[in-house]
């Protein structure tokens, strides 16, 4: 089968070790999105059988605990002053954190106390930063593994529920048609790599 390098990439390399270690790249401050790792892996593992769609889970789960246990540590550790400082530095932006989404991430710990680490895991945009606002209240370790991993868990389920589904039911379809425009997909991908990586340029840049 023909494929776009990315999917070919996925489906001859997905494992779970890569699973966990793109996952937490994902739960941390570094922008990659879920969305392009566990459908894929669940996808894998309803059309080859080389993976196992809940062991897919648990990787995906472990990882986004090991990224947000990053950002808990560093919020704990480093304080308010040094992670906003963060926030508006060049870096800072090119992972597109502000001071204005820290705050979001904040507010929304506020209102919802410990279980905003839970809720906080399903709302795009608060995912990946709302371990931040729970190091800096020094949410006890447990409570903040315990609701991380519960969200998490569920996210990530979602998502593997859907490139699962896909796999088993469409996965013909879906390669025909990957096939039939495998040369437009290509370039697609390519344009839209170059946008992104100059989109983070010009976010660090623009200070």
């Known amino acids: 089968m023909q494929s776009i390098p990315f999917i070919a990439w996925c489906l001859e390399h997905l494992n779970y070790w890569v699973i966990t270690l793109l996952m937490a790249i994902e739960s941390s401050f570094i922008p990659f999105p879920s969305e392009v790792v566990v459908p894929p892996a669940a996808y894998k593992a309803a059309t080859t059988?080389?993976?196992?769609?809940?062991?897919?889970?648990?990787?995906?789960t472990i990882g986004a605990l090991i990224g947000a246990l990053v950002n808990y540590g560093l919020a704990r550790y480093l304080g308010r002053p040094l992670v906003y400082r963060f926030a508006e530095s060049r870096f800072g932006h090119m992972c597109l954190i502000d001071t204005g989404k820290v705050?979001?991430?904040e507010r929304y710990f506020d209102e919802h106390g410990a279980l905003g680490t839970f809720?906080?895991?399903?709302?795009?945009?608060?995912?990946?930063?709302i371990s931040i606002p729970a190091g800096l209240a020094r949410m006890s370790l447990g409570r903040f593994v315990f609701y991380t991993t519960l969200g998490a868990g569920i996210w990530n389920s979602i998502l593997a529920g859907m490139g699962w589904y896909i796999g088993h039911?469409?996965?013909?379809?879906?390669?025909?048609?990957?096939?039939?425009?495998?040369?437009?997909?290509?370039?697609?991908?390519?344009?839209?790599?170059?946008?992104?990586?100059?989109?983070l340029i010009y976010k660090g840049m623009k200070k």
């Open 49 to 60: 059988g080389e993976l196992n769609v809940f062991l897919v889970v648990v990787c995906a």
């Open 119 to 129: 809720f906080g895991r399903l709302v795009p945009a608060v995912r990946q930063l």
């Open 103 to 105: 705050e979001n991430a």
């Open 169 to 199: 039911y469409y996965s013909g379809q879906l390669d025909e048609k990957v096939a039939q425009y495998n040369g437009e997909l290509k370039i697609a991908m390519i344009v839209l790599g170059a946008v992104v990586v100059l989109y």
